[in-house]
């Protein structure tokens, strides 16, 4: 995957996919991160990663909570609020909107 | 490790958090890098560009805006508002109008008489023809001359809560709590002039502020910010907007128009 | 109260000044080392020098306030609350400077009557004062105010006071109260020199007063428009 074009994508994008990764289960950072790379997005940084999840924090859709943990020091562990969960399903339905309207102007090859 | 700690903890102390906070997120920074298995630098790059982006963060609205009342009523007019100088017309038949929650910029080339259009509005310059019609309650940052030398930002605060005769301790709780949405604290005992050019400016836009005027004029208030303040700025010009202020900026920087409602043209200055 | 506040940060801005304030107040005293031999023309020369520090004074804080004073007024101080606040706080930096300087003299000269020399002092700072602001309200520049002051207070110096000149210049009441307090005893010397003072002060804030209001104008708008919403102060907060 070409990261120079997709990185700007993924940065709009960022607060979006945290939220739907937590809607399917709480998770820490590092883990959070591994799951964005397995999914295909390439290396997120920390410096970007962990700002995105305080800005969720702040603007009252994810909660955190310090758990300790077995190896290691203790974890901070990220979930969906109730606005949380609103708002990914809100915000499901506006991208399913737009990446269908992207995909129409890409014209058919997109699609695949 | 503890360099980067220290450089962490000092920007976020720059940037106004409380220590308790400070000491939750230097703690929080250190132990997931420690979860990374590299140093904190590897993991979050340098502690100032992480600092400023984690204060950023922690600064977003939390609050819903204020629900519209009503039509906007309009908290500035220009009516055909023409300048000259002798020979020289500096404006030629401006009109422009700013309703309250609205944002107009005014761009032109350089000497086209954008800081003598924002006079006009101020009231400091009366216009060779035209009328103004604004409200009473306005607030003016203006390019150069706003600030002291000689004063503190405190004092700043002080004796600019007079103005209205508001106290001087909610002055400077209001100054400080302004600049700290722009991700400055005001330094104790350093005179204005001893301030770098972006804190100067900064102090320059929350002096404007202060008395939570209905109307704004911003001239250039950008100069010798770096990005992060310059984003601040957008953020909290957003805020005045939700709350009902009318803001008019005068602007080179053509980056953001996109957030701007209306933008005015100024013509280039022609040779009489 | 406005003008408490400009008077305030005139004040604060002041103190901040070391350098300059050190030489202001060594001037004076400079001119008294010049003519200690001669002691009635001691004094003399002290009162003005502390009136010709003074007034300098306040030509420089006039002149560096003249930005903000324009920022002031827009957001919502009055001219004369600036006016009269500066004023005061020039005023006020010129009385400490004065009771230093006439307990000086008292100390150190034979003085028959100390309070003729108070009243020289004070003469000295009420017109410095209003001089050195009504000079920066028209100049507007530091070099131009600064060389302006320095031909009147230094033909003042030089001029024999017997001439028309001398009673001309604004600081001859220092000279006239000097008659009486050294010389005659005269009372006449002391209505005479008060009457300059006071006329002179008043002509000074005549002068002030107009150019005050030319320069630190805001023009109303033809038209002022009201908002639908809340108070400004309870906004956010």
Same mark, same amino acid.
């Given at each position: 995957?070409?990261?120079? +074009? ?12 945290? &939220? ?19 999914? !295909? ?19 009252? &859709? ?51 | ?32 890098? +420690? ?33 519209? @009342? ?59 023809? !035209? ?11 203006? @390019?150069?001359? !706003? ?29 400080? @709590? ?95 | ?7 305030? +940060? ?5 103190l901040r000044r070391r350098s300059a304030l050190l030489m202001l107040v060594a001037l004076p005293l400079a001119f008294y080392l010049a003519r200690r031999n001669i002691p009635s023309s001691a004094i003399v020369v002290l009162a003005l020098g502390v009136g010709w520090a003074v007034s300098t004074l306040a030509l420089f804080s006039t002149v560096s306030a003249l930005q903000l004073d324009r920022r002031l007024r827009v957001a919502? #101080? ?30 150190? @000269? ?13 003469? +000295? ?31 003042? #110096? ?55 209001? #030319? ?23």
């Amino acid at each position: 995957m070409n990261a120079e +074009a997709t990185r700007p994508w993924l940065h709009g994008l960022l607060e979006l996919c945290l &939220l739907g990764l937590l809607g399917a289960q709480r998770d820490y950072g590092l883990s959070l991160s591994g799951r964005l790379a397995d999914a !295909g997005l390439g290396d997120v940084p920390g410096g970007t990663l962990y700002p995105a999840l305080l800005r969720l924090e702040t603007t009252g &859709l994810v909660r955190s909570q310090r758990e300790p943990s077995t190896s290691g020091p203790p974890r901070k562990y990220f979930e969906l609020t109730e606005d949380g969960r609103d708002a990914l399903e809100g915000l499901r339905a506006e991208w399913r909107t737009f990446s269908r309207s992207i995909n129409t102007v890409l014209g058919a090859e997109a699609r695949r | 490790m503890s360099d980067w700690s220290a450089n962490f903890r000092h920007a976020l102390t720059e940037r106004g958090l409380d220590p308790a906070r400070i000491d939750q997120l230097d703690c929080d920074a250190l132990e997931q890098a +420690a979860d990374h298995g590299l140093a904190p630098e590897q993991v979050f790059g340098p502690a100032t560009v992480y600092a400023d982006r984690v204060a950023r963060a922690l600064r977003c609205p939390a609050a819903a805006p204020l629900p519209a @009342q009503g039509e906007p009523g309009c908290a500035l007019r220009l009516t055909g508002v023409s300048k000259r100088y002798g020979r020289r017309q500096v404006l030629r038949d401006v009109s422009l109008e700013v309703r309250e929650g609205e944002l107009v910029a005014v761009v032109g080339a350089n000497g086209c008489g954008k800081s003598t259009l924002l006079q006009i509005c101020a009231g400091t310059i009366r216009p060779s023809s !035209g009328t103004v019609e604004r409200v009473a309650h306005v607030g003016y940052v203006p @390019q150069t001359g !706003g600030t002291a030398e000689l004063l503190t930002p405190v004092e700043h605060f002080q004796l600019f809560a007079a103005a209205r005769s508001d106290s001087r301790g909610r002055g400077v709780a209001i100054g400080t @709590q302004l600049a700290t949405s722009l991700g400055w604290r005001p330094p104790a005992s350093q005179p204005a002039g001893q301030l770098s050019g972006g804190t100067r400016q900064k102090l320059n836009v929350v002096l404007g502020e202060l008395s939570r005027p209905d109307l704004l004029l911003l001239d250039e208030p950008y100069q010798g910010f770096d990005y992060g303040a310059y984003v601040d700025l957008w953020a909290q010009i957003d805020r005045w907007r939700e709350t009902g202020a009318a803001v008019l900026i005068v602007t080179h920087m053509l980056g953001e128009l996109h957030r701007v409602d209306r933008v005015v043209e100024l013509d280039a200055p022609k040779d009489c | 109260m406005q003008a408490v506040a400009i008077a305030r +940060a005139t004040v604060q801005g002041l103190l901040r000044r070391r350098s300059a304030l050190l030489m202001l107040v060594a001037l004076p005293l400079a001119f008294y080392l010049a003519r200690r031999n001669i002691p009635s023309s001691a004094i003399v020369v002290l009162a003005l020098g502390v009136g010709w520090a003074v007034s300098t004074l306040a030509l420089f804080s006039t002149v560096s306030a003249l930005q903000l004073d324009r920022r002031l007024r827009v957001a919502g #101080f009055t001219s004369r609350a600036i006016v009269c606040g500066r004023l005061v706080a020039v005023v006020l930096v010129g009385l400490v400077l004065s009771s230093v300087y006439t307990a000086l003299a008292v100390l150190d @000269q034979d003085v028959d009557r100390v309070g003729g020399v108070a009243l020289m002092m004070l003469c +000295a700072v009420a017109v410095g004062a209003p001089l050195g602001m009504s000079i920066g309200l028209l100049l507007r520049s530091e070099l131009e105010g600064a060389l302006a002051l320095l031909i009147v207070l230094a033909t003042q #110096f030089m001029t024999n006071p017997e001439r028309l000149l001398a009673h001309c210049l604004p600081l001859w009441s220092v000279r006239g109260v000097a008659d009486w307090a050294i010389w005659s005893g005269d009372s006449a010397d002391l209505s005479n020199g008060l009457a300059h003072g006071v006329g002179t002060v008043v002509v000074l804030l005549v002068i002030i007063t107009g150019a005050s209001a #030319f320069r630190l104008r805001i023009h109303p708008p033809d038209r002022v428009l009201r908002t639908g919403t809340q108070p400004a102060l309870d906004r956010l907060l």
